[in-house]
């Protein structure tokens, strides 16, 4: 087998494996998302509108906004946080590995300077 082909090979190869972290995440965000749906019905129902003589005013609607916008922000915040985590991995997982595979599968010595994971991350 030839240098490309090893390279196309560990290429396809690391390109499955990628997928399945890709999959795995977009679990986490899909799990972090259904519990915010439960957080936004379970504020909403504080604020029922058949509960008392009033009828269904604007302030109530101004808190019901108020609630899901938090809980909203909340949200992007742990989605923020946990994929930063997660693309921060990635990058010097990638960096690591893309230096090794060069390294074995050409056949000369190179000295290979691979970027920091923070310059990966932030590019």
């Not at 999959?23 to 749906?37: E, F, S, T, W, Y």
């Not at 590995?97 to 390294?103: A, G, H, L």
């Amino acid at each position: 087998m030839t240098a490309n082909e090893d390279l196309l090979d560990a290429s396809v190869r690391h390109q499955v494996g990628i997928q399945r972290l890709s999959n795995g995440v977009i679990r986490k965000i899909i799990n972090l998302l259904a519990r915010v749906d439960e957080d936004i019905v379970a504020r909403l129902l504080k604020y029922d509108p058949t509960t008392g003589s009033r009828t269904f005013s604007q302030r109530r609607l101004e808190k019901l906004l108020e609630a899901v916008r938090e809980v909203n922000k909340e949200a992007y915040a742990a989605l923020r946080k946990e994929l930063g985590s997660e693309l921060r991995a990635l990058a010097a997982y990638e960096a690591e590995f893309q230096e090794q595979m060069i390294s074995r599968v050409i056949p000369a010595n190179w000295d290979i300077v691979k970027p920091s994971a923070s310059h990966l991350y932030a590019a």
